[in-house]
T-cell receptor, first 109, second 114 residues
Framework: GQQLNQSPQSMFIQEGEDVSMNCTSSSIFNTWLWYKQEPGEGPVLLIALYKAGELTSNGRLTAQFGITRKDSFLNISASIPSDVGIYFCAGQLGNQFYFGTGTSLTVIP | EPEVTQTPSHQVTQMGQEVILRCVPISNHLYFYWYRQILGQKVEFLVSFYNNEISEKSEIFDDQFSVERPDGSNFTLKIRSTKLEDSAMYFC????????????FGSGTRLTVV
């Protein structure tokens, strides 16, 4: 299967700090997505990226689809306690999503 | 907002038993999916289903697994003879079409095989 590697694996930050995480793959994807998962819940879509180089924002979240279509980053500005969760990148090929390994975010008030 | 509903939220079963995980996709969606997530690991695709047949499946989806749309609203995943390594969260998802629009995940069923 496709491999998507996320870094860092986990982050512990103070409330108010900015966060940056990224995702890389050896494969080219048509679409990149960022999901957030909270304990006991399914993934919830945060941002979808459709074109190489695309930069998209959703509130305090900003994500970019790499020019090579093999990587993406997600930034969260001015973190708040409810940002806690696991953030997954996913690449779409056809109807199937391939998920990354996840970045666990802890925000310390 | 429309939701994908999964039941039960948690199921415990003995090794070797059959389990059926149930999902009610969003009503106007045509494509249905199952994913699983072993504790602490990434979400993995199992199978996609359209027009009453499997359209894609992963290598995880072996002969022990089957899916069915028994009526107009339910979409089920059956595991015929559960193994310890089947313990995971199983997520159902549905979408209107082949693109991302409306692609929605359910809250999952936690399956524990003992």
């Amino acid at each position: 299967g496709q491999q998507l590697n996320q870094s860092p694996q986990s982050m512990f930050i103070q409330e108010g700090e900015d966060v940056s995480m990224n995702c890389t793959s050896s494969s080219i994807f048509n679409t990149w997505l960022w999901y957030k998962q909270e304990p006991g819940e399914g993934p919830v879509l945060l941002i979808a990226l459709y074109k190489a180089g695309e930069l998209t924002s959703n509130g305090r979240l900003t994500a970019q689809f790499g020019i090579t279509r093999k990587d993406s980053f997600l930034n969260i500005s001015a973190s708040i306690p409810s940002d806690v969760g696991i953030y997954f990148c996913a690449g779409q090929l056809g109807n199937q999503f391939y998920f990354g390994t996840g970045t666990s975010l802890t925000v310390i008030p | 907002e429309p939701e994908v509903t999964q039941t039960p939220s948690h199921q415990v079963t003995q090794m070797g038993q059959e389990v059926i995980l149930r999902c009610v996709p969003i009503s106007n969606h045509l494509y249905f999916y199952w994913y699983r997530q072993i504790l602490g690991q990434k979400v993995e695709f199992l199978v996609s289903f359209y027009n009453n047949e499997i359209s894609e499946k992963s290598e995880i989806f072996d002969d022990q697994f089957s899916v069915e749309r028994p009526d107009g609203s339910n979409f089920t995943l059956k595991i015929r003879s559960t193994k310890l390594e089947d313990s995971a969260m199983y997520f159902c998802a549905s979408s209107e079409g082949t693109k991302l629009y409306g692609y929605t995940f359910g809250s999952g069923t936690r399956l524990t095989v003992v």
